[in-house]
């Protein structure tokens, strides 16, 4: 049989034209194509804003002509990252009306969905990468939705089950980020460049805060400026040690000092094993040059929580590999003295306070009785609350802490928290989400024949994920949006980590390097 399309005519005659699948001649579809296109713009002039319609068509065509490059998944996978990153959550929208904010970070991640369930339906599972992490977000997504039938009366007699099935599936949407992001790494050197764009973006969000701290002007609130955005609301101003805290792009400072110290880690880790810069002194000036400018960025926020966070991921290497948290405490050490010199009001009221013990528990007994009480003087009414439903609590949604409905204080403490709301049931839930990959990731980072770069990178995830399940004490942090996106960013890497190329690691037992670097206490090969 000839191939019609690829068959050279007999010499003498005229050549034809191409036919496309769809039966129609190139030129003639080309036509249609503009017609098309002309009626829509027509239309859109006439009845929508001109200004709107100019810059959506602007976009249109530049996405066509690159769509090539645009459209692919690991465009799509750096675009969802920054995204995370630089676009403030409950701050922007797209400039459409559908009856909801079209937030940034939704579109991209539905967007993303629907083209993965899309490449599901067409190919099959061949395709399909493992996510490691899925018993976990099953289960803790059980959980909470089984606190919400257990208290479904009483929760659809006050009106409150509509935010329950709500909060439900916003979990399992930020939860999808693990598995899109584990479906969209394809090698080792997209993974690379990945975790370079997360160090190097949480250092252009700490430089930007420190400008903010100086300045009280945040960027971030500016991107409408030259996006097609529209914000929301402005952030109310907090002050702390003699000026403004920084917010970024973050919810809250809090939450941005959390952020930075998720993404540390990352940046000592690729010190070792990144391949650029290529000589490994100038490596690691340069991510150390990162590191300081996300300490800088975290001092900017005035959050003690950032402090503490720290300082429950540093134990964990402490008690994990003793030596590397040797070499971690001579780096850091200099650096604190500096800080000190240099900023002492900020390196007052972050780390000073926290070995004033009485005055530390004297400022969280603080106001008690009124809506910003101390995270102390919340605990005997919280603890008062869970006696009367201790194992489903009262509900997923029951407790609205803002706005004209709101029936609860603000806890700043999501374990607690979700104690209340989904009893001991919810929390064992939370648990099995956020403390057992710890375990996991660290049983991997022993294991042997796993090779060190692998089992480095499960280390400073596992790191990470110990910072944010400390911080949680401190913060609700399901209700800033950010880390909680960014911590699945981790674990999808994580599962690359755990599982590309698994089958090609060379045998423990002829690998007397992966010996010598599994054996306890040990620190990175040189």
Not at 427 to 447: C, D, E, H, Q, Y
Request: glycine residues 8%; aromatic residues 10%.
């Amino acid at each position: 049989m000839v191939d019609v399309k690829t068959a050279e005519p007999p010499r003498g005659t005229a050549p034809t034209r191409t036919v496309r699948a769809s039966g129609l001649p190139r030129a003639p579809l080309s036509i249609v194509i503009a017609v098309v296109a002309g009626v829509v713009v027509l239309l859109a002039v006439l009845f929508l804003e001109p200004l709107l319609v100019g810059g959506v068509l602007l976009v249109a065509g530049g996405l066509y002509v690159f769509r090539r490059v645009v459209f692919n998944w690991t465009t799509m996978l750096f675009v969802l990252t920054a995204v995370i990153l630089f676009v403030p959550i409950r701050r922007y929208a797209l400039p459409i009306q559908v009856g909801f904010a079209l937030e940034p970070y939704r579109v991209v991640i539905a967007a993303l969905l629907i083209a993965l369930a899309v490449t599901v339906f067409l190919r099959g599972t061949r395709d399909w990468k493992p996510v490691v992490w899925g018993w976990p977000i099953a289960i803790a997504l059980w959980t909470a939705f089984a606190s919400l039938m257990v208290n479904a009366v009483t929760l659809t007699e006050t009106g409150l089950i509509g935010g329950g099935f709500a909060n439900v599936f916003q979990l399992a949407f930020l939860l999808s980020t693990i598995v899109l992001v584990r479906q969209m790494l394809s090698t080792e050197k997209i993974t690379m460049i990945l975790l370079n764009v997360i160090v190097l973006g949480g250092a252009v969000v700490g430089f930007f805060a420190f400008f903010e701290r100086l300045t009280r002007r945040n960027i971030f609130l500016e991107l409408n400026t030259f996006l097609p955005l529209i914000l929301l609301r402005d952030e109310g101003e907090s002050l702390r040690a003699g000026g403004a805290r920084a917010y970024a792009s973050s919810q809250h400072p809090i939450a941005l000092a959390v952020l930075f110290c998720m993404i540390i880690p990352l940046a000592i880790y690729l010190m070792k094993f990144s391949p650029w810069p290529r000589f490994a002194f100038t490596r690691k000036l340069f991510y150390a040059a990162a590191i300081g400018v996300m300490i800088l960025g975290m001092l900017s926020a005035v959050s003690r929580t950032g402090v503490v966070t720290l300082g429950a991921m540093y134990l964990f290497i402490l008690l994990v590999r003793p030596k590397l948290a040797g070499l971690l405490a001579l780096i850091a050490v200099p650096m604190v003295v500096l800080v000190a010199m240099v900023l002492p009001a900020l390196f007052e009221s972050m780390v000073l306070s926290l070995l004033d013990v009485q005055g530390l528990i004297a400022s969280q007994m603080a106001a008690v009785g009124l809506p910003g009480q101390g995270r102390l003087a919340d605990l005997p009414q919280a603890f008062a609350e869970f006696s009367y439903s201790p194992l489903a609590g009262t509900g997923l949604g029951s407790r609205v802490v803002v706005g004209d409905d709101a029936n609860a204080d603000i806890l700043d403490n999501q374990w607690l928290g979700s104690l209340l709301e989904s009893g001991v049931l919810g929390v064992l839930g939370l648990v099995v989400l956020l403390v057992w990959p710890i375990f996991v990731l660290t049983r991997f980072a022993f294991r042997r024949g796993v090779p060190a770069a692998r089992a480095y990178l499960a280390l400073a995830i596992a790191t990470s994920a110990v910072g944010y399940a400390t911080a949680m004490f401190f913060y609700d942090a399901f209700a800033f949006m950010q880390t909680l996106l960014m911590l699945s960013v981790l674990l999808g890497i994580a599962a690359w980590a755990m599982t590309d190329g698994a089958d090609s690691w060379p045998d423990p037992e002829s690998d007397p390097v992966t010996a010598e670097r599994d054996a306890p206490g040990a620190v990175a090969p040189r």
